[in-house]
C-alpha cells in the first residue's frame, strides 16, 4: 500500500505531475466525508469541491497565506474562480468545510446544478411557471461580470435571477 505524502515535494516523488491537485484530493479523500461536498472523490480533480460545477480548478487556501497558512496538501481545497470569491478566508481550518457543507444542504447534489438552484431560490419564482422562450429572451438582456480577485468572467446568480423575474412577469403580462 501507498504511504500517503502529506507535502507536495514528497508527492512529487511519487506520481508523474506532482499537481498540488492530485496532492489535494489524496490528502482530503480519507479525511471528508464526499456526500458533505460538491463532487464524489472519484471527480475532485474536474469538479469544484463547492458548487460542484465542471470548471477549471484554483488552488484555495483553507487558511490564508497572509496569516500564516501553509502550501501543503492539508491546507488546499479546489474551487473554480466563482467559488474562490466568495469562500472564507479565516484561520479557523474548520470553517471551510462547514461553508461548503451548508451550501450543500438541501440542493440536488447533481452536478452543474449549483448556481442555476442559487438564482432560482434568490428569484422566488415557481420553476413552472417559466418560458424557457421568455427566459432565453431575457437571458440575452444580462451582462457578464469579471471576478474581483480571479478575473474569471461569469454572469451572476443575481442577474440570472432577475432574467427569471422578469420572464415569468412578462409572460404572464402576454397571457
Ligand atoms: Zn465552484
Redesign the pocket.
Known amino acids: 500500500m501507498l504511504s500517503e505524502p502529506t507535502t507536495l515535494s514528497g508527492l512529487k516523488r511519487r506520481t508523474k505531475n506532482g499537481s498540488w491537485l492530485d496532492a489535494a484530493v489524496l490528502y482530503w479523500r480519507t479525511r471528508v466525508y464526499e456526500g458533505d461536498l ?1 463532487c464524489d472523490w472519484s471527480e475532485a480533480d474536474k469538479v ?1 469541491w ?2 460542484g ?1 465542471c ?1 477549471s480548478l484554483q488552488k484555495c487556501h483553507i487558511i490564508p497565506r497572509s496569516i500564516g497558512g501553509e502550501d501543503e496538501p492539508s491546507n488546499i481545497v479546489a ?2 474562480a ?2 474562490h470569491d466568495l469562500s472564507p478566508d479565516v484561520s479557523d481550518e474548520s470553517e471551510i468545510w462547514r461553508w461548503i457543507k451548508s451550501n450543500r444542504a438541501g440542493r440536488s447534489g447533481m452536478y452543474n446544478t449549483y448556481w442555476g438552484e442559487v438564482a432560482l431560490e434568490e428569484s422566488g419564482v415557481d420553476p413552472a411557471s417559466v418560458s424557457l422562450a421568455e427566459l432565453k429572451k431575457h437571458l440575452r438582456l444580462v451582462g457578464e461580470h469579471v471576478g474581483q480577485l480571479t478575473g474569471r468572467i461569469r454572469i451572476k446568480p443575481s442577474s440570472v435571477a432577475w432574467a427569471l423575474r422578469s420572464s415569468v412577469k412578462e409572460g404572464a403580462a402576454r397571457a
Open positions: 460538491g469544484c463547492n458548487c460545477h470548471r474551487l473554480c466563482q467559488c
